[in-house]
Nanobody, 115 residues
Framework: QVQLVESGGGLVQPGGSLRLSCVAS????????MGWYRQAPGKQRELVAAITRGGNKNYVESVKGRFTISRDNAKNTVYLQMSSLKPEDTAVYYC?????????WGQGTQLTVSS
């Protein structure tokens, strides 16, 4: 059974930092490209950051220079380090694992950026 379990969300003030984690089980983690998506109320889910199995990274323009995605294959974990947070970063953040036709999602973790 495949599980992706996110953690680390919460309430943070503008300008603050937070790290999200996603632990995967039931998959050969190192084979998968991993991504973080987010969905704000009334908006479509968007890709925030992704990391390939080879370690190549890409980011949506709005988070470049502020967010960093990384992975630890030994721990089956992908991280999203977020800094200089803005109210517009408020959303539910979802972890995604993708390998060919195999695509899995976590349940999401809420990030709220507010003073």
């Amino acid at each position: 059974q495949v599980q992706l379990v996110e953690s680390g969300g919460g309430l943070v003030q503008p300008g603050g930092s937070l790290r999200l984690s996603c632990v995967a089980s039931g998959i050969m983690f190192s084979f998968y490209a991993m991504g973080w998506y987010r969905q704000a109320p009334g908006k479509q889910r968007e890709l925030v950051a992704a990391i390939t199995r080879g370690g190549n990274k890409n980011y949506v323009e709005s988070v470049k220079g502020r967010f960093t995605i990384s992975r630890d294959n030994a721990k089956n974990t992908v991280y999203l380090q977020m800094s200089s947070l803005k109210p517009e970063d408020t959303a539910v953040y979802y972890c995604n694992a993708n390998w060919g036709t195999q695509n899995y999602w976590g349940q999401g973790t809420q990030l709220t950026v507010s003073s």
